[in-house]
Nanobody, 114 residues
Framework: VQLQASGGGLVQTGGSLRLSCAAS????????MGWYRQAPGKQRELVAS???????NYADFVKGRFTISLENAKNTVYLQMNSLKPEDTAVYYC?????????WGKGTQVTVSS
């Protein structure tokens, strides 16, 4: 599976960004898609995930601010990020797999200025 992420950028505190990740290749093997992030000097961490049935999971630090959605027809997962904070600054990675993260896309940088 190939994953192409887009939508990162520079935004001020309180602003919004929408990340997109399109999957191609062996998409029949995908039931799970997720967004992870890695800040400098920190480990990669889960931000949000979704299954094809629509079941979602969010990290506590984004609940109420971020929304993950999946457009099955386009095999594309979105991450709507609102009320962004400087601590959200990181490289965001898209992942896909059957039951969890297996394939990874190249990251997209999100920078939130204070």
């Amino acid at each position: 599976v190939q994953l192409q992420a887009s939508g990162g950028g520079l935004v001020q505190t309180g602003g919004s960004l929408r990340l997109s990740c399109a999957a191609s290749g062996s998409i029949f093997s995908i039931n799970y898609m997720g967004w992870y992030r890695q800040a400098p000097g920190k480990q990669r961490e889960l931000v949000a995930s979704i299954t094809r049935s629509g079941s979602t999971n969010y990290a506590d630090f984004v609940k109420g601010r971020f929304t993950i959605s999946l457009e099955n027809a386009k095999n594309t997962v979105y991450l709507q990020m609102n009320s962004l904070k400087p601590e959200d600054t990181a490289v965001y990675y898209c992942s896909a797999g059957l039951m969890g993260p297996r394939d990874w896309g190249k990251g997209t940088q999100v920078t939130v200025s204070s």
